[in-house]
DNA sequence: GTTAGCATGTAAGGAGTTACATGATTTT
DNA sequence: AAAATCATGTAACTCCTTACATGCTAAC
């Protein structure tokens, strides 16, 4: 088995869970409707689909019929939902990262109360190291270096700072859902804010 | 020639530019001195530095006398001043990219001025599009996408705002000083606030 | 009728990481 | 004497882009 993996992976399974779709429009929807707007070149795409075809992760209908525009429609199989529901249950250190966590946050509306926490805490925390580390090169950095340099390592430091300000606030309105522990079931209701 | 490109060749020709160093500290201070805080891994560094050597841009001094820990220390050549120049020149689409960009601004200190204002306009542009786009996406997204991506979407999108924002100031600070146009000579005065 | 957009793919190559391999020196 | 950090390097691999190649269909 090829075990394709990655984030591109990711977002493919979470798109078809929705409906089937040819490569043409996951690879619009992957660069428009998941936040992070990160557009995959064809040549990543279609590749990719065949792996995961190849893994038995999807399945490819083609729709060549004569005088009909050629597309290859893609569907989810049952191992392909099941290695989805494992992604999206991961909330470990790799979905911290820049781009996992984006792709993850993509798809909290189908992620448990209590993963989608820990996702959001790590995030944070990862945050956190960064500012330190930002802090203290910019303590060392304002004695050395010039101040265009500075003020870019200034913005950036304000940018994380802002990105830590907007988790909080996901966080809290996480929090004043109906707390998990209280549920039989693990649910993925949404607090009331992010109610549709 | 092999032409070693990108951003890490441009980092290691600027920060050469200041003093001789051994690949060890290029790495350390590439990951904190330039604003991008982008920490190259030694498998990338070090086959970097002998393209670069082989290429005739910088020249590497062997201090592994015996008993002594063993450096490679590097230095600029005659050459690798010129490339730096060369690159510390271009304000054309590639030097709005994001790490690009980021290292451009490292050196700024080193750049003339009317080549700065074009930067920091032409990134100022580049990232307008972004904003065009986002802002698009955003007015379908809100109708189609769950309010997590939502969420992620609008601070990615308030993000590149603050990032104008920043922008203009600095393009601001930079008219404020002496007009270029003023110069007989390109002048790399750096306007009050950002004198040392 | 021609331009723009839909639709699929491959080959070559660029840019970087991880894991491995080795050894010296300083700090605890 | 052990652990941390300094110091250099290579091989295999991952992930992705660019450029190429092909052809259909809708809109102007």
Known sequence: MARSSGVLE??????????????????KRIG?????FRAYSY????????????????????????GRR????YTLTADGKDRFQELISQSGPASWEDEAFGVHLAFFARTNKDVRLRILEGRRSRLEERLDTLRTSLRNASARVDNYTLALQEHGLESVEREVRWLNELIATERDG??????????????AKFEK
């Open 70 to 73: 050629s597309k290859i429609v």
């Open 10 to 27: 990711f977002a493919v399974l979470g798109l078809l869970h929705d409906s089937p779709m040819h490569g043409y429009e996951l690879r």
């Open 32 to 36: 428009s409707e998941l936040g992070t």
């Open 43 to 66: 040549g990543s795409l279609y590749p990719a689909l065949k792996t995961m075809t190849k893994d038995g992760l999807i399945e490819a209908d083609d729709f060549s019929g004569v």
């Open 178 to 191: 109906s707390p998990s522990s209280r549920r039989t079931k693990a649910s993925s209701d949404a607090p």
